[in-house]
């Protein structure tokens, strides 16, 4: 039996480890400015792959909330900028020798979960009778004690993180603040996903883009604000001093590990439910698929992804602007995907990698100085020429390689559920055939 790791086998994860030692040694060969290397591993040119592995992940978020689930979403910027201050903080605070962001953050991220846990048994179980806005006022609760008492304990648990991670050296205990404080971002944007999916998930189409599209620009608000709350966020004139941790290693490390959990959750059971309720949500329900259930597991998965590449950009950047926030831009990921295929993984790679191109190479060569405005512009006309001329995406449903679902997951898909339960059943016993069998 074949060894396998996060589904995939040994020889896989030597072609990543290959693809990411030749992508580092044209790094390093690019800091020495040698003829070539210079231009295509140069400084510019690393920001640039980061940057395409950074939008990859927010895309990937969003394309299995709307190009696999079905639920037309602009909420995805929201998330994105979320998890950018959350982690921004976290690191901003440790690298002037105060953890209280890091323990706060951890904490708040585990209490909501298990508050949300809680009260979603509590509501099943006991109050299914309450309408939705009963219920949310529910959460809404549950959050404020979460909240309150993680503020509680961060103030005496601070000290004695802070002294734990101290005794690493320096550049070693920021890498493992980055991780962290990346891993609870990321858990912040989903579970205050799941909180926000409470009184929308419910509704359909257009009014679940809209509602998504407010959360978007109440986080611009927000943003704009935030320096009356966490001064060193400096609302509208923009934080600085972040750290700079975002390197290819980890861009790439994020990049593999999220395609991987998404070709994985959607070669299960699970990721089959999440597709019907795209293809036709009655018939799904009709089939006893609670619909809501997977509509609220895609939304939280995909605003994980979100809040983790909103982290990999601020410690890329070094630097947050509310601008970057806006509602207009919260339309890239979108773009991307549409332009990559609904519900293809492979698509919103390659579209997200072209999509860092022209924006950072063909466009600067092709519009006069100071045009930059004008890709508001080209961005309609190419997507208006895709939907006239490909509906699908360049690349539909199609995967390549690794993404491709297995023959295991295919022939479930075709096999009718006794055959299945029958093939477990023969596995589970074994190839053994008792004496008494073999005698008659």
């Not at 969003?62 to 979403?73: A, H, R």
């Not at 939280?300 to 070094?318: D, K, M, R, W």
């Not at 080209?378 to 895709?386: G, H, R, S």
Request: net charge positive; proline share 4%; charged share 10%.
């Amino acid at each position: 039996m074949k060894r396998r790791f996060l589904g995939q086998n040994l020889r896989f994860w030597l072609l990543a480890i290959v693809v990411f030692l030749v992508m580092q040694g044209i790094f390093f060969l690019g800091e020495l400015d040698l003829p070539v290397f210079g231009t295509i591993g140069g400084p510019f040119a690393k920001r640039v792959i980061i940057s395409a592995c950074t939008m990859s992940i927010v895309s990937l978020g969003l394309n299995l909330i709307y190009g696999f689930n079905g639920q037309f979403s602009l909420g995805q910027w929201g998330f994105y900028a979320l998890g950018a201050y959350a982690a921004a903080d976290v690191t901003y605070r440790w690298k002037n020798g105060d953890a209280s962001g890091l323990v706060f953050v951890v904490l708040a991220v585990a209490l909501l979960a298990g508050a949300y846990s809680l009260i979603g048994l509590l509501i099943r179980r006991k109050l299914s009778f309450m309408d939705e806005m009963s219920k949310f006022t529910l959460y809404l609760i549950g959050t404020a004690l979460a909240v309150a008492v993680a503020l509680g304990f961060t103030a005496l648990l601070k000290g004695v993180v802070g002294a734990i991670l101290g005794i690493l050296p320096a550049r070693w205990s920021m890498q493992v603040v980055f991780l962290i404080g990346t891993l609870a971002a990321a858990g912040l944007a989903a579970v205050f996903s799941y909180l926000f999916g409470q009184p929308i998930l419910k509704l359909g189409g257009d009014y679940f883009g809209i509602a998504t599209l407010g959360l978007t620009m109440v986080m611009f608000v927000l943003a704009n604000n935030a320096d009356r709350v966490f001064p060193e966020m400096k609302g509208s004139r923009g934080m600085v001093g972040i750290p700079v941790v975002t390197d290819w290693p980890w861009a790439y490390l994020f990049l593999v590990l999220v395609a991987l959990t998404m070709r994985n959750l959607l070669d299960s059971s699970h990721g089959r439910a999440i597709i019907s309720v795209r293809e036709d949500e009655t018939a799904a329900k009709a089939m006893g698929i609670d619909t809501t259930q997977y509509k609220t597991l895609a939304f939280v998965i995909g605003s994980f992804f979100a809040g983790l590449a909103g982290s990999l950009y601020a410690h890329q950047e070094g630097f947050l602007h509310p601008s970057t926030f806006n509602f207009i831009k919260s339309f890239d990921p979108l773009i991307i995907i549409v332009f990559g295929g609904l519900g293809s993984i492979t698509g919103t790679i390659v579209a997200s990698f072209g999509w860092a191109l022209v924006l950072f190479y063909i466009l600067p060569s092709v519009l006069p100085a100071g045009g930059e405005g004008w890709r508001f512009v080209v961005y309609p006309l190419a997507l208006l020429l895709i939907m006239l001329l490909r509906q699908q995406g360049l690349l539909g449903g199609t995967e390549w390689g690794f993404l491709k679902p297995t023959r295991w997951s295919l022939a479930k898909q075709l096999q009718p559920p006794a055959k299945v339960s029958e093939q477990r059943a023969e596995a589970q016993a074994g190839a053994e055939v008792l004496p008494s069998e073999v005698a008659r």
